[in-house]
């Protein structure tokens, strides 16, 4: 497993990779969520390309850039484990350069619910994607469901820019209690643990009122608040169809069921297609 830090070194390795490439972006502290995109990228692609970098330009002012979890020897044990051709680990240096060109989310789906809460978050993962996508050539990149809202505006941004990667929207992993899988529950002490279960417990919510036949969205949503309301501080709670937009029943087939809030200082979220 070849472990490069630079730029050029990346290129001329790209270059010289035969057959179909398969690519795994991450900010590291890898979890079983971040080795089922690589596993599967192993399963379809004859070469796979894991990035490991923690993208400066997605956080904001006040958010947890300087203490997010980094665990380089772990995760290098992981990939190659996992038969990984190549880590790229670039030094945020090297990935900007000052005064760039850049690219900025879409106005309306950029910035509405995460968006919202995290003005900008997106321009930087936007920016960042495509500048990976850019190096790395691939034909297929994953990305897991969990960040939804991020996975659409990738999936956007490779057809609006015309790109030729696929874009492989991989399902979310849970613990056995139901906590989706984030390097960020590291934080979460033991009762923070369980206060953070009932993002998932909202959702199964939702989804067995949608099983009896419950379609109004304000009941769902006011049920799950009634749940998330016990344990956490709720940032958002939405139904909308699966391009984000708001919407007044539920459509099986193309509703997309979203949470985020606070548990302590850790901010999770979560979601559920139905
Ligand atoms: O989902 C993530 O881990 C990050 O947003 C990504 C896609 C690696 C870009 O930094």
Not at 24 to 48: D, F, W
Not at 57 to 76: I, N, R, V, W
Not at 164 to 176: A, E, G, K, L, M
């Amino acid at each position: 497993m070849l472990i490069i830090k630079d730029i050029d070194e990346l290129k001329r390795a790209r270059a010289s990779m035969e057959g179909s490439v398969g690519f795994v972006p991450t900010m590291g502290a890898l979890h079983p969520g971040h080795l089922s995109l690589i596993q599967r990228a192993k399963k379809e692609n004859e070469r796979v390309i894991v990035s490991i970098f923690v993208n400066p330009t997605q956080f904001l002012e006040g958010e947890d850039l300087e203490k997010y979890p980094k665990k380089e020897e772990a995760d290098l044990k992981i990939c190659k484990h996992a038969g990984v051709d190549v880590v790229f680990m670039p030094d945020a240096m090297m990935m900007y350069a000052k005064d760039e060109m850049s690219i900025i989310a879409p106005q309306v789906r950029g910035y509405l619910l995460e968006g919202e809460k995290r003005p900008g978050h997106f321009d930087g993962v936007l920016r960042v994607v495509l500048k990976l996508l850019n190096l790395t050539r691939p034909w297929k990149a994953y990305f897991g469901k969990k960040d939804a809202q991020q996975l659409a505006l990738i999936q956007s941004m490779v057809q609006d820019y015309f790109l030729d990667t696929v874009i492989v929207p991989c399902d979310i992993v849970r613990d056995s209690d139901g906590l989706a899988l984030s390097s960020r529950n590291v934080y979460l002490s033991g009762e923070e643990k369980t206060q953070a279960l009932s993002l998932s417990r909202s959702l199964r919510i939702a989804t067995k009122m949608i099983s009896s036949g419950e379609r109004n969205i304000k009941t769902i949503r006011d049920a799950m608040i009634d749940e998330l309301s016990q344990y956490i501080k709720i940032d958002y709670v939405a139904i909308v169809d699966r391009k984000f937009q708001n919407i007044e029943q539920i459509i099986i087939g193309d509703t997309i069921i979203l949470v985020a809030g606070f548990v302590g200082a850790t901010r999770l979220i979560d979601n559920i297609q139905v």
